[in-house]
């Protein structure tokens, strides 16, 4: 019944929807990427935002029946699959709050990113209680088509808390085949139509689903191993129902058929468990799920034969990584097929892992489909493309074969430029630049893509990330002969010398560490006077006012002050007394709105004798600086008559949170009002 219903709904959202542009929302109910395999859909209206489907638009290019089909159900308004991000014991459900059946018991966030196209992906953001997340909705290329032709599911986890929380995430994936939601999932040798679980040590490397062999009208793919995703812990082969329902753990029948939980139809999903496990105050996580279409290579005939495996493997120089090839047999033919037989032939460069080339299938009844697998390596010096052979045979059939490449590409190179400014100079008694930019120039100098690219800096001792900065940053995958930028910000945290930071890489083509340096001057704790802000000409004659700030900077654990100011009462004057003197900016507390004024005692203005007495200002013991820097006050000045005045500070004491006077360097100044 829900089928039916969505139908009607789609239809009607769909008759006049707003042409999306890059990096903007639309003002209808999805938001959507294509091209001319498959197209990614995300819901943007209130009820369910942010859940997605994926279906065909051209679909394959060899088969002329799986054009706009499902994938995914959902169409132009998703709803039925969805995301849990499970934090300690709580179930946060990805997106806007549901209206419908499927995650209405979890919980709901914030949203902080409308679903936006940026860099032909569809981003959004919600955050979860402590942990920002964020969806990216792309294209990958297959791994048995070797086309675009697959939608890569991110996401992000972010924690913005300053303590570690135990952080895991379930996707659940209502998978449909066009019209047809009963189709069995087919893993290595397996057909699959009962309640199913696969666990991360014996994790196939992809499963594929079809309705016929000999008839397919779509041909689906999710990849669980290989370089651009992230192996689950858990798969779970089960009814759309029961993951619906729950939002983490659910009612798991291993035998049980597909039939969705409390009706009558067939309705199969699968659901990708990844265990909690910690995630650091400011660390940030990835997780990559891969879903779209299957390449499989089909030969007609009685005993329809079809053949799956990666359109493309990196060559291992030690042997170790082995894929899979699947065979799939149908007897399309009027009679049962007898002691049927499969056989792998193998080109030099590849050879089979632990098994026998030949596999029996028994005897196969009218529209009856087994299938088999073997696993393969390529030689340490296998390169090119290699071809295989697999030919199925039977007593009372013709035999039939097929015949398939494997592409051997030499694996990713990654070649690292990490850089950043020797040093920092010292303008108006603070660091320049700060924060500081360091840069990571990343080149792809070998044969096949680098996925899962995790670049993290470490910054040990007296440099930290600017506010905003994160530590870990994530690229796509990074092409043969792709240059791709990446950036953070540091500052430094009061400690000078020559300063360490490094850039640990990790990647499908290895890990690496680089370290750099930069050397941090000496920042001394000193009160000086600014250069005199003049209200008129570029220079003070009589008749002029004149403004002049007193500093006091890089003074630590700055808590309050009292001075008193001198100056020449011949030459300038305070016209205004109190009202020309302005509470300096320590003194303020700007970590609230509006800022707050705190303690400060207005001195007496003595011009004929050139005296200010006893300006004062206290934080208080439980709003210390860590580091000043700001304005004790700022006196607004009159000049009187041409000379020079010393403007200087006197009786100054500083003092730090514990009572303690503070020492620092006083610098005062002279002023020349001319002619």
Known sequence: MRRKLLVVLVVLLSLSLPVTTEGQTIESSKIEIRNEYIRIVVNTSEANKGRFSVGTTGGDPDRDTDQNKHLIFGGDEPWTSYTTVRIGNDNWVYGSPTDRRAGRKGQYGEMILEPTIIDDAIHSGWQLGPVEVRQILSFARS?????????????????????????????MVDTMLGANDGAPFRVNDRALLTDTVYYANEMPQFWQAFDSLSNPQVMSQGTLKGPDVSTPDRVYFTNWGSVADDVWNFDFTPGRDYTRKGEFELDSAIALFWDPVPLGPNETRSYVAQYGLGGVTIAPGDLVLGVTSPAQITADAEGFQTFSIIAYVQNAGRGESRDVTAEIKLPPGLELVGSSPKRNLGNLQVG????????????????????????????NSKPNRVRRDVTVVSPAKLRVFFSGPPALAVVDEK????????????????????YRGMFSVLHPLGLELASGERTQKFTGPIEPGEKVELSWYLEPTGISGQLPYSLTISSSAGQDLQNNFIFVPELNPKVWIDEPVIYGDQSIRPGDYFSVSFWATNIKDFTAAHFDVSFNPNVVEVVGKTLDITQGTLFIDDSVTPPKRLPWTMPQVYNDEGKIIGIQGNRGADKPLTISYGTLVTIHFRAKAVGETDIALENIRIWDSGGSLVDFELVGRDINVEP
Do not use: C
């Open 143 to 171: 791994t048995t088509t070797g086309l675009m032709d697959t939608a890569r599911i991110e996401y992000q986890v972010h924690n913005r808390d300053s303590v570690s929380h135990m952080v895991g995430l379930r996707v």
């Open 431 to 450: 660091y320049n630049p700060s924060p500081f930019e360091i840069k990571a120039e990343i080149h792809n100098e070998g044969g096949t893509p680098a």
């Open 368 to 395: 009856e489909t087994e299938q088999t697998g073997w696993q393969v390596r390529a030689v340490s010096n296998a390169s090119g493309v290699l071809t295989y052979e697999v030919s199925v045979t039977a007593i």
